[in-house]
């Protein structure tokens, strides 16, 4: 979803950096693989830089400091495995002068709250959201099996994606 968002707003074309979760976790892996699939497509947008944040927003900022330093005005987008690497680079952007979401624009995942307050203050463009809230499903799943219902295989909880255009509109709605 990251991807084809990103790959719509520019145009098919950018250069990228991409701000990485942890070596070896199961979501730096998977949000790697699906976003570098997705990008494939359109030849003209290239990750230029690639790093570890480690999932935290300290991290971020440092990894997306170094990205500037040695990249600066050649970065168009910033991919962040997290929101909390995504808000770090932002202190990032705006500590070397310039205007995050805007200058550079951001997409990261898991829709959490700060990143909703960014998006409201157009800092950040876009989160998609990987929905932490598996309780109610769970206890949906248990009732209707106590019931004598028949469950799929497989349940999916549906992830969504939100850009700016939503975030004044749903951040009231924001449980994490």
Not at 69 to 96: C, F, P, R, S, T
Request: with cysteine; proline share 4%.
């Amino acid at each position: 979803m990251a991807g084809a968002w990103l790959a719509e707003k520019m145009g098919g074309k950018g250069s990228i950096v991409e701000l990485k979760g942890t070596p070896g976790a199961a979501p730096a892996i998977d949000r790697e693989k699906g976003f570098r699939e997705t990008i494939a497509k359109y030849p003209n947008m290239k990750i230029i830089k690639s790093q570890t944040g480690d999932f935290t927003r300290s991290k971020g900022k440092e990894v997306m400091e170094a990205f500037l330093k040695a990249e600066g005005k050649n970065i168009n987008a910033v991919y962040a495995h997290n929101d909390d690497m995504a808000l770090g680079a932002i202190q990032a952007i705006e500590e070397a002068g310039m205007k995050p979401g805007r200058d550079i624009i951001l997409v990261s995942i898991d829709g959490v709250k700060d990143a909703f307050v960014a998006m409201t203050q157009g800092k950040l463009n876009c989160s998609v959201e990987c929905n932490p809230l598996l309780g109610p499903a769970a206890f949906d799943a248990v009732e209707k099996v106590l019931a004598g219902e028949i469950l799929p295989k497989k349940i999916i909880v549906k992830d969504q994606l939100f850009d700016q255009s939503v975030a004044n509109r749903v951040i009231h709605t924001r449980q994490y």
